[in-house]
C-alpha cells in the first residue's frame, strides 16, 4: 500500500532532551512536509523540502531541525531550544507541482 | 495567499446535506479554493478544489460563486463518520515557491443523529 507513516504515535520525553520523529512514505512524492498543531487550532508550517538534500523553514521553525537524505524520509528533530514542544506533529507529501498534500497520521509529542 | 473565513462550528442532522460556507473575497485570478478536513487526532484529509466552475466528486461538491468571493462545500448525505473540522484554504496550485497550505481554524462540523 503506498502512504505515508510516522511513528510513533505517541512520544514522551523530559524537558531538555532533542527528540526525533520519523515520516516516510513511498508515493514517489518529491516535497514533503511538517506541520505543528496545538489543541484547537490549525495547522502551522515548521519545515518543507521539495528535492533531496534540499529544505526550507516555514512559519515556525526555531528550535527545530530536519534533514532530506532520502527522497523517501524527511526526519523533524524537536530540539532543547523548542520552548513549547508539546504539540501534535504532522507529516504530508506532494508531488511538486500538484498541489493535494498527503497527510500522515501524527505524533503526539509530551514533553514532562 | 488570500485569507479565508469560516465560522467556527456548525451542526447537521444525520442524513440531512451538510452546507459549509467559506469567504474568500481577496482571492486572486490564479487561485484555487481547496477543501480539507480533519477527524480528531488524525492527519487532515484533502477532500476537493476548483477554481471557478462548480466542482463534485465521491466526497463532496464545491460550489464557488460567480465572483469567486465566497464557496460552500455540500456534503450531500451527512453521516456520523462525518463529524469532523473543516478547512477552507486558498492558494496557488502551480507554484515555486512550495505547495504551503495555510490552514486556519476551520469550522467543527458536528454530525447528529
Known amino acids: 500500500d503506498g502512504g505515508i507513516t510516522q511513528s510513533p504515535k505517541y512520544l514522551f520525553r523530559k524537558e531538555g532532551q532533542n527528540v526525533t520523529l520519523s515520516c516516510e512514505q513511498n508515493l514517489n512524492h518529491d516535497a514533503m512536509y511538517w506541520y505543528r498543531q496545538d489543541p484547537g487550532q490549525g495547522l502551522r508550517l515548521i519545515y518543507y523540502?521539495?528535492?533531496?538534500?534540499?529544505?526550507q523553514k516555514g512559519d515556525i521553525a526555531e528550535g527545530y531541525s530536519v534533514s532530506r537524505e532520502k527522497k523517501e524520509s524527511f526526519p523533524l528533530t524537536v530540539t532543547s531550544a523548542q520552548k513549547n514542544p508539546t504539540a501534535f506533529y504532522l507529516c504530508?507529501?506532494?508531488?511538486?507541482?500538484?498541489?493535494?498534500?498527503?497527510f500522515g497520521p501524527g505524533t503526539r509529542l509530551t514533553v514532562l | 495567499d488570500a485569507k479565508t473565513t469560516q465560522p467556527p462550528s456548525m451542526d447537521c442532522a444525520e442524513g440531512r446535506a451538510a452546507n459549509l460556507p467559506c469567504n474568500h473575497s481577496t482571492i486572486s485570478g490564479n487561485e484555487y479554493v481547496y477543501w480539507y478536513r480533519q477527524i480528531h487526532s488524525q492527519g487532515p484529509q484533502y477532500i476537493i478544489h476548483g477554481l471557478k466552475n462548480n466542482e463534485t466528486n465521491e466526497m463532496a461538491s464545491l460550489i464557488i460563486t460567480e465572483d469567486r468571493k465566497s464557496s460552500t462545500l455540500i456534503l450531500p448525505h451527512a453521516t456520523l463518520r462525518d463529524t469532523a473540522v473543516y478547512y477552507c484554504?486558498?492558494?496557488?496550485?502551480?507554484?515555486?515557491?512550495?505547495?504551503?497550505?495555510?490552514f486556519g481554524g476551520g469550522t467543527r462540523l458536528m454530525v447528529k443523529p
Open positions: 523540502s521539495q528535492i533531496v538534500n534540499d529544505f
Open positions: 484554504i486558498v492558494r496557488v496550485a502551480h507554484g515555486n515557491a512550495g505547495n504551503m497550505l495555510t
Open positions: 504530508a507529501s506532494s508531488l511538486p507541482s500538484y498541489n493535494e498534500q498527503f
